[in-house]
C-alpha cells in the first residue's frame, strides 16, 4: 500500500512540474481584412493595429515589434497552373528576421513580408505568421 500512495504522489508531482513548466499558450483572437478589391481575405491577430495605403496594408504589434506588410498582384500567368505558396524564404540581418511568402490564387498573388526580432521569430512564426497564412482567402 505505502508504494502505491508513493507512486501516486511522484505522479501528482510529475503532473504539478509539467504543467508548471509547459510554455503557457495563450488564446489569439483574429478579425478578418478584406481587401478592398476584391482579391482577397485574410484574418490577423485581433490586438494588432492595421495600416493600409495604396496596394499595401500593415499589421503589427509595436509592444513586440513584430508584424507583416501584405500586397496583391493580379499577374498570375507567371506561376502557370500553380497554387498556393510558391515561395518562402527567411533571412535574418542586423537582428531582424525577415520571412517573405509568396501565395498564389487563381486570379491573384498575395505576397507577405513577416518581421521579427531575431529571438523572438520562432515563437512569432509558430503563433502568428504561420496561422495568418493558413488564414488567407484567395
Do not use: H
Not at 23 to 38: H, I, L
Not at 51 to 68: K, L, M, Q, T
Not at 72 to 84: H, I, K, L, S
Amino acid at each position: 500500500m505505502k508504494k502505491l500512495r508513493r507512486v501516486c504522489e511522484i505522479g501528482l508531482m510529475a503532473t504539478v512540474l509539467v504543467a508548471l513548466l509547459a510554455p503557457q499558450v495563450q488564446a489569439v483572437s483574429w478579425k478578418t481584412y478584406k481587401d478592398p478589391e476584391g482579391r482577397f481575405s485574410m484574418e490577423y491577430p485581433a490586438n494588432w493595429q492595421k495600416f493600409e495605403i495604396a496596394n499595401v496594408v500593415s499589421f503589427s504589434d509595436p509592444d513586440r515589434g513584430i508584424g507583416c506588410i501584405v500586397t496583391a498582384g493580379y499577374d498570375v500567368g507567371q506561376f502557370g497552373d500553380q497554387r498556393g505558396i510558391v515561395s518562402d524564404s527567411e533571412m535574418t540581418e542586423e537582428g531582424m528576421t525577415i520571412r517573405m511568402v509568396m501565395i498564389c490564387g487563381e486570379s491573384c498573388i498575395v505576397v507577405f513580408a513577416f518581421s521579427a526580432p531575431e529571438g523572438e521569430f520562432d515563437s512569432a512564426n509558430r503563433d502568428y505568421f504561420n496561422e495568418m497564412i493558413k488564414r488567407v482567402d484567395l
